[in-house]
């Protein structure tokens, strides 16, 4: 069993920034993928950034491109999203995921709201 759990999360002023961290536990292996999602209210749950398992690469949706940075680190089962220049459609439930390398298994924290005031 896999379990996440996310910090970080909080009130921020419009501009402002922010650091999540997604902490894995149990049996996790460094090429296991981890990635952030968010869910505004009344919208679907979406896709933030991720990157790939050795750092090497990242990938970000294209409204956060250039403002938040996600990073990770193996020996800590940790993946961290700095988030800045944040706006007032930041503001969702911040989710980690992690997809086993092999089964391909989807696990989920439990979420961290962020909430961008103007």
């Known amino acids: 069993q896999v379990q996440l759990v996310e910090s970080g999360g909080g009130l921020v002023q419009a501009g402002g920034s922010l650091r999540l961290s997604c902490a894995a536990s149990g049996r996790t292996f460094s090429r296991d993928a981890m990635g952030w999602f968010r869910q505004a209210p009344g919208k679907e749950r979406e896709f933030v950034a991720a990157?790939?398992?050795?750092?090497?690469?990242?990938y970000y949706a294209d409204s956060v491109r250039g403002r938040f940075t996600i990073s990770r680190d193996n020996a800590k089962n940790t993946v961290f999203l700095q988030m800045n220049s944040r706006t007032p459609e930041d503001t969702a439930v911040y989710s980690c995921?992690?997809?086993?390398?092999?089964?391909?298994?989807?696990?989920w924290g439990q979420g961290t709201q962020v909430t961008v005031s103007s």
């Open positions: 990157p790939t398992w050795s750092g090497g690469s990242t």
């Open positions: 995921n992690l997809v086993r390398a092999l089964s391909r298994t989807n696990y």
